[in-house]
């Protein structure tokens, strides 16, 4: 079978969608930190259509900031790939509909060539620098969001400045570069689930150029923008019997598809240092304020995900469908939305919230996607902070009940014992792995009592001023012993029959 490339794109099945305009033609004007799926399946795809509509401004340079993987399988693609967007008909079959996105021009792999990664920044034509780096990627304390100076990539890039490791390290010393050449500021647009993610990104940037040049800082601080944004796709990690289906779907071979819901959203505050794309074309919004729609996402999709996903993983519920199709893990979502999250949201003009409810939960169940519990379980650390702990604070500043929004929380606790209730082990996939598994080793293996959740609330990088919050702490112990003696599936019937509320 062929590979996918400029050369044999054209002989694509018809219904497969592709380029119409001239990939020569086009020049880069975006450098994204983080070529993951996510951003294939999102970002890209939106510039995508801008580009397609014939502002050819806004080609991608994609810099993976760890592995080589995303580069050696689109590099002999010249970097194009299949975006499937996968939902199921009215018979619950599964469909798919195929594109191949043709805005991706260039790919770096910043452990290889820090100094091109820093080049592509600097350039005259690069207007935005955009990042899906996951919460870790920011070298920050989640509880705080101030930058880590003791981080070790952070320590590494003060002391190297041209083999930084870091996208705050890549960020800086390519704004350096930039403002030495005086080719204009840029805007530095964050995709990440943090709550108001251009501000976190803002302040880390500052924080690390007032370590290396005062001068910087100021330019950085009056000349470039960063905008907040909320992004909103399900995007599966990409599987070979996905490739292996795109690539039989393409009659030719496609080494790196990436797969997605057909939902879409993302809403991004319209302050930009120089020009951007209609990424409206591709579903975009341009909004005044993005915090609503960011708190809206983190609480109601990303607070809910993770709490589906600790349950569902401890369960051996290994998709996220699967465990929603669960009567008892559903009824337990969808209180958690109406009952506890909704009445801490804020007011979005317009928006049917009882409507966004029942469409996440088809979401959910979406059986063409296989998102797999595990994935979304990984970085509990640093996830928790902002799609959990927000919610909590609201409720426990009203003192309202906070049962099911502690049972998400509970279900983390539980999860790094590192074994399912079916007897498989599995890997805690966090930056704070070590440290959490042994205090969870410490405390709450041993039995479950006020005092060993108090130590686990202790963990002050995740906690913060929770430590030792006498109501979480009521909530959170009769539902973890219920956990380690019960199970899951008991416990969320025992929640749903009120018999577990604090």
């Known amino acids: 079978m062929q590979r996918l490339n400029d050369s044999t794109v054209g002989a694509l099945p018809a219904a497969v969608a592709r380029p119409a305009y001239d990939r020569e033609a086009l020049k880069t004007g975006i450098v994204h930190l983080g070529i993951g799926a996510f951003m294939r399946a999102h970002m890209a795809a939106a510039t995508e259509a801008a580009i397609a509509a014939g502002d050819l401004r806004w080609g991608i340079t994609g810099v993976s900031l760890r592995q080589a993987d995303t580069r050696d399988a689109l590099a002999p693609q010249d970097g194009l790939y299949t975006l499937a967007i996968r939902d199921a008909d009215a018979h619950g079959q599964p469909r798919q509909q195929l594109q191949v996105i043709g805005a991706v021009q260039r790919l770096l792999v910043a452990p290889e060539n820090p100094h091109a990664v820093l080049e592509a920044i600097a350039a005259a034509d690069t207007r935005i620098v955009s990042l899906t780096v996951t919460e870790k990627g920011y070298c920050h304390d989640p509880a705080t969001g101030a930058l880590r100076l003791d981080h070790p990539d952070i320590v590494h890039d003060l002391a190297h400045p041209h083999a930084p490791r870091s996208a705050i390290g890549m960020l800086v010393y390519g704004l350096q570069l930039r403002h030495a050449r005086d080719h204009g500021p840029l805007t530095l647009l964050s995709l990440d689930n943090l709550p108001a993610n251009g501000r976190v990104l803002r302040a880390a940037v500052l924080r690390f150029a007032e370590e290396i ?208 209730e079916l007897g498989q082990s599995y890997r805690i996939d966090d930056p704070h792995a070590a440290a959490l598994t042994a205090l969870h080793q410490q405390s709450l293996a041993q039995g479950v009592t006020t005092q060993t959740v108090q130590a686990m609330l202790g963990y002050a990088s995740v906690f913060g001023d929770l430590a030792g919050n006498a109501a979480l702490t009521a909530a959170l112990l009769p539902l973890l012993q219920s956990l380690q003696t019960h199970g899951v599936a008991a416990t969320l019937e025992a929640v749903n029959l009120g018999e577990l509320a604090a």
């Not at 950085?220 to 923008?225: D, L």
């Not at 905008?227 to 039989?248: G, H, Q």
């Not at 650390?381 to 799609?387: A, G, Y």
Request: proline share 7%; hydrophobic share 45%.
């Open 213 to 420: 040049d005062s001068t910087l800082r100021t330019w950085i601080e009056g000349q470039c923008c960063f905008p907040c944004s909320m992004v909103d796709r399900i995007v599966p990690k990409t599987t070979d019997a996905d490739r292996a289906a795109v690539s039989a779907a393409l009659c030719c071979a496609d080494a790196w598809p990436v797969l997605g819901e057909p939902f879409f959203d993302w809403a991004i505050e319209d302050e930009f240092a120089a020009d951007r794309p209609d990424w409206t074309l591709g579903g975009a919004r341009f909004v005044p304020d993005a915090e609503p729609f960011e708190k809206l996402k983190l609480r109601m999709v990303n607070g809910t995900h993770s709490s589906l996903a600790y349950l569902g993983a401890m369960a051996g519920w290994q998709t996220v469908d699967k465990a929603i199709g669960q009567p008892a893990l559903r009824t337990h979502i969808e209180a958690l939305m109406r009952d506890e999250i909704e009445p801490t949201l804020p007011d979005l003009p317009g928006l049917d919230v009882a409507a966004y409810r029942h469409n996440l939960l088809a979401r959910y169940a979406n059986p063409a996607l296989a998102h797999r519990t595990h994935q979304i379980a990984m970085d509990g650390s640093q996830k928790l902070p902002q799609r959990l702990l927000g919610t909590l604070r609201d409720r426990l500043a009203r003192g309202l009940p906070i049962t099911r929004m502690a049972l998400g929380l509970a279900a983390w606790m539980h999860y790094l014992r590192g074994v399912d």
